[in-house]
């Protein structure tokens, strides 16, 4: 039999379209939930720039999913995990749905509270694998939220960005292993003030943006205006808001949709691969990035292939944290900079 499962109760969140400016943030953050593939966001600024709210509206745009009843690790009915520490789980086991989870993750937080913990010796004793989910496996197929990701020990953002990249989580003790699922969108917070992230570190990161306190009086002053009218009235405030809610929602389910069918012509390939042999990255990894948030782009804006206007704003966000070559060099990418590789990139491609 089918069971549902209600969302959770809890206080009204700030809107994700009544956060005003960091048109950036905000584009990033849909990117990555258009195509987790882009490798999640690192949004770097100052306090009080509203990180947070931006991250925390968002997991209430994503759709709900089907789940397996009682599976801890968010199966899904359609296609279980088959190393599910909790299955295995039939094809099409009775399920419900639960709304897509923001899981954050404390900076204090240890190794075990991050992958979980493995009872030794029960799993000897009794020959049965007692294991307790950690927070990799309550974000699985949600948001995991990393506020101050660069207080983080290095080890502990190594794990979750290895799990992030591979989908996977992965727990062994002494010879015994334990492995499930953990696809999440990542998003990690930092006010460099605090310290800077490893380079090999944010270079894992697919996308980054610069989130500053506008400067603009009117700006600001709106900012004000609705920060106090949601506390004044969260209810209302988000009832104002909901048509667009709704309206954001709808667009980004159909952009995940249709992002698999959008098609990269050889020739952006070759522009994107122009722009990051300009901008002289390590690796490969920003051409993956690039390709992916371009994709996710053009899915967003509801079109069938990749245009260079696509490549120009997944470049935009994936070269920044990129280009460092000094530890103490500012992440940072030059607008006109970027104007420049791309029409030499399209004088390299010459005429369609």
């Given at each position: 039999m089918s069971t549902s499962t209600a969302p959770a109760a809890g206080p009204p969140r700030f809107p994700f379209s009544a956060v005003v400016g960091h048109d950036d943030l905000r584009l990033a953050l849909l990117l990555n939930a258009v195509h987790p593939g882009v490798g999640g966001v690192l949004v770097r600024g100052e306090k009080g720039t509203a990180k947070s709210t931006a991250v925390r509206a968002l997991a209430a745009l994503l759709p709900s999913h089907a789940v397996v009843d009682a599976c801890r690790f968010g199966c899904d009915p359609a296609a279980p995990d088959p190393s599910c520490p909790d299955g295995p789980h039939p094809a099409g086991a009775a399920g419900g749905r639960r709304p897509a989870r923001l899981v954050e993750l404390p900076v204090g937080a240890t190794e075990d509270r991050l992958v979980g913990s493995l009872d030794l010796e029960k799993a000897l004793s009794e020959g049965r694998r007692a294991y307790q989910p950690g927070l990799l496996a309550d974000a699985h197929r949600g948001v995991l939220y990393v506020d101050e990701v660069n207080l983080l020990h290095d080890h502990l953002v190594d794990l979750l960005l290895d799990a992030a990249a591979m989908g996977r989580a992965h727990v062994e003790r002494d010879g015994v292993s334990v492995s499930h699922a953990a696809r999440f969108l990542l998003v990690g917070t930092m006010n460099p003030e605090e310290g800077e992230l490893r380079p090999q570190l944010l270079d894992r990161f697919g996308l980054t943006v610069e989130v500053r306190a506008s400067r603009d009086v009117d700006t600001r002053v709106e900012v004000t205006r609705r920060r106090?009218?949601?506390?004044?009235?969260?209810?209302?405030?988000?009832?104002?808001?909901?048509?667009?809610?709704?309206?954001?929602?709808?667009?980004?389910?159909?952009?995940?949709?249709?992002?698999?069918?959008?098609?990269?012509?050889?020739?952006?390939?070759?522009?994107?691969?122009?722009?990051?042999?300009?901008?002289?990255?390590?690796?490969?990894?920003?051409?993956?990035?690039?390709?992916?948030?371009?994709?996710?782009?053009?899915?967003?804006?509801?079109?069938?292939?990749?245009?260079?206007?696509?490549?120009?704003?997944a470049a935009r966000l994936a070269l920044p944290h990129r280009r460092r070559r000094d530890p103490f060099d500012e992440p940072g990418l030059d607008p006109a900079e970027l104007d420049r590789a791309l029409a030499d990139a399209e004088d390299h491609l010459g005429p369609e």
């Amino acid at each position: 039999m089918s069971t549902s499962t209600a969302p959770a109760a809890g206080p009204p969140r700030f809107p994700f379209s009544a956060v005003v400016g960091h048109d950036d943030l905000r584009l990033a953050l849909l990117l990555n939930a258009v195509h987790p593939g882009v490798g999640g966001v690192l949004v770097r600024g100052e306090k009080g720039t509203a990180k947070s709210t931006a991250v925390r509206a968002l997991a209430a745009l994503l759709p709900s999913h089907a789940v397996v009843d009682a599976c801890r690790f968010g199966c899904d009915p359609a296609a279980p995990d088959p190393s599910c520490p909790d299955g295995p789980h039939p094809a099409g086991a009775a399920g419900g749905r639960r709304p897509a989870r923001l899981v954050e993750l404390p900076v204090g937080a240890t190794e075990d509270r991050l992958v979980g913990s493995l009872d030794l010796e029960k799993a000897l004793s009794e020959g049965r694998r007692a294991y307790q989910p950690g927070l990799l496996a309550d974000a699985h197929r949600g948001v995991l939220y990393v506020d101050e990701v660069n207080l983080l020990h290095d080890h502990l953002v190594d794990l979750l960005l290895d799990a992030a990249a591979m989908g996977r989580a992965h727990v062994e003790r002494d010879g015994v292993s334990v492995s499930h699922a953990a696809r999440f969108l990542l998003v990690g917070t930092m006010n460099p003030e605090e310290g800077e992230l490893r380079p090999q570190l944010l270079d894992r990161f697919g996308l980054t943006v610069e989130v500053r306190a506008s400067r603009d009086v009117d700006t600001r002053v709106e900012v004000t205006r609705r920060r106090m009218a949601f506390e004044d009235d969260p209810a209302g405030f988000v009832a104002r808001f909901a048509p667009d809610e709704t309206a954001t929602a709808a667009r980004l389910r159909a952009a995940q949709a249709h992002v698999s069918a959008v098609a990269v012509s050889d020739r952006e390939l070759r522009r994107i691969a122009f722009v990051c042999a300009r901008f002289d990255v390590d690796g490969m990894r920003a051409d993956l990035v690039i390709t992916r948030a371009a994709a996710a782009h053009a899915a967003w804006e509801g079109r069938d292939a990749v245009t260079a206007d696509d490549v120009r704003v997944a470049a935009r966000l994936a070269l920044p944290h990129r280009r460092r070559r000094d530890p103490f060099d500012e992440p940072g990418l030059d607008p006109a900079e970027l104007d420049r590789a791309l029409a030499d990139a399209e004088d390299h491609l010459g005429p369609e």
